[in-house]
């Protein structure tokens, strides 16, 4: 089974046209090829037109049919329906573990086997090109002229973002090309840059925020767009992202709704608020209770896992039919305390509110300052690190006694 280097499609072997996309394929390696071609240019195999109506061989010149009269299309050939968005999906099987695995991924996320990202085919890396399919495997960054393995979404060592889906016509892309090879539209790829993080210790919890690139403040990605300037970061991996994009080109984070209990962005099909832990509707995002079996928003059903072997449950199970393991809470289990700024659920020891940011005591969770060195509620001594070195500074050190790396106001 190959995949339509267009439309990412499953297609069998040996066929000239995507029966989703209508692309036009050599037979032999499952390329895309012009509908005058004889010859593949990614593997050479030859072939001669047919007729349509007698099956008579013709030359890509001809304007009718030398054998029946057949007039051919002399006009512009009829666009194929635009492609949909490629969406992974999980239909390739790794050859050497038997994982499934993304298409499009360059590598088996379990064993580490490397594969074909147009294909699924496993390759070494030395391979120049894929035996299945004829991908170049290995391609220039435009930017440094770093080699990289087809596939690849980002540049580690200048940053620049590639652009995997042509925004004209849908063509998926594996390298870095000027144009979309098949309908020749200008393709752009984006140096972007990343908020740099900061972070301090709180007793023996190290605080990680990051630095707005575009005005400087201080926030939290987590939580939405910089409250002064309103850039959004992912938070994820700290990159700088367009306004209107939901996927990170760099590591691929999405963003989803707001958590309706926290306001905390989520992924799309999230199960549970990562911020607050509030049970969510993977369908519609609506609050869903533990034990619930369906969404009282949407409708959707819901099916109860097993957290040991992900076996199904039911809600009156107190241990599961196929592990025997204990559902429900531990024994001696408590609820967190929740947030003095924002009121959402934090864990027991947090140095910070994981929604609003709020410095907090690890010890009774009360709100404290960021340069505070002790906790007004309950006494407990607050020590400042320095983020580089992580070296111990005092509140009003405006440079690292150990480092010298100077702090922000």
């Known amino acids: 089974m190959l995949h339509c280097p267009r439309c990412g499609g499953s297609v069998e072997a040996g066929v000239d046209l995507c029966p989703h996309c209508e692309a036009d394929l050599c037979p032999a390696c499952g390329a895309l090829v012009a509908p005058t071609d004889t010859a593949c240019p990614t593997c050479g195999k030859q072939w ?14 001809d304007a009718t049919c030398p054998h029946c009269g057949f007039v051919f299309d002399s006009g512009p050939r009829p666009a194929s329906p ?31 086997q490397l594969l074909c990202p147009r294909c699924g085919l496993a390759v070494d890396e030395d391979d120049a090109r894929c035996s299945a399919c004829g991908l170049e495997l290995v391609f220039a960054c435009p930017g440094c002229g770093a080699e990289l393995f087809a596939g690849a979404e980002v540049c580690p060592e200048c940053g620049v973002v590639f652009a995997r889906q042509c925004p004209a016509c849908g063509e998926l892309l594996f390298d870095a090309p000027d144009r979309c090879p098949k309908c020749q539209q200008p393709v752009m790829h984006h140096k972007r ?11 023996s919890v190290i605080v990680r925020w990051v630095n707005c690139p575009v005005c400087g403040a201080h926030f939290l990605p987590a939580r939405g767009a910089c409250p002064e300037c309103g850039t959004r970061v992912c938070p994820k991996c700290s ?13 691929g984070f999405e963003w989803g709704a707001a958590c309706p209990c926290c306001g905390a962005a989520l992924e799309p099909g999230a199960a549970e ?9 993977p369908e519609c995002g609506a609050a869903v209770g533990e034990n619930d079996t369906a969404c009282v928003a949407c409708g959707a059903e819901l ?15 107190t241990t599961c039919p196929h592990c025997g393991a204990a559902l429900g809470a531990p024994a001696g289990a408590v609820w967190s305390p929740a947030c003095p700024h924002c009121g959402a659920v934090v864990e027991p020891g947090a140095a910070e509110c994981p929604v609003c940011g709020q410095p907090l ?5 009360a709100a404290i300052g960021e340069n505070d060195t002790s906790c007004a509620a309950c006494g407990t001594a607050l020590v400042l690190f320095c983020p580089e070195c992580e070296g111990e500074v005092g509140p009003d050190d405006t440079v690292c006694p150990h480092c010298g790396a100077t702090f922000e106001e």
């Open 82 to 112: 635009e492609p949909e968005p490629h969406e992974p999906s999980h239909d390739l099987t790794c050859p050497r573990c038997g994982t499934r695995v993304y298409r499009g991924d360059p590598a088996c996320a379990t064993c580490g």
């Open 193 to 203: 840059e990343t908020a740099r993080q900061e972070s301090r210790r709180v007793g």
């Open 48 to 61: 001669t037109l047919a007729c349509p109506r007698c099956d008579g061989e013709v030359a890509p010149e």
């Open 273 to 281: 608020c990562p911020a607050c832990g509030q049970p969510l509707c």
């Open 239 to 251: 990159t700088l992202l367009l306004p209107d994009e939901i996927t990170c080109p760099r590591c």
């Open 361 to 365: 005591c690890p010890e009774c969770g």
């Open 303 to 317: 099916v109860l896992i097993c957290s040991e072997c992900e076996g199904e449950v039911s809600p009156e199970d």
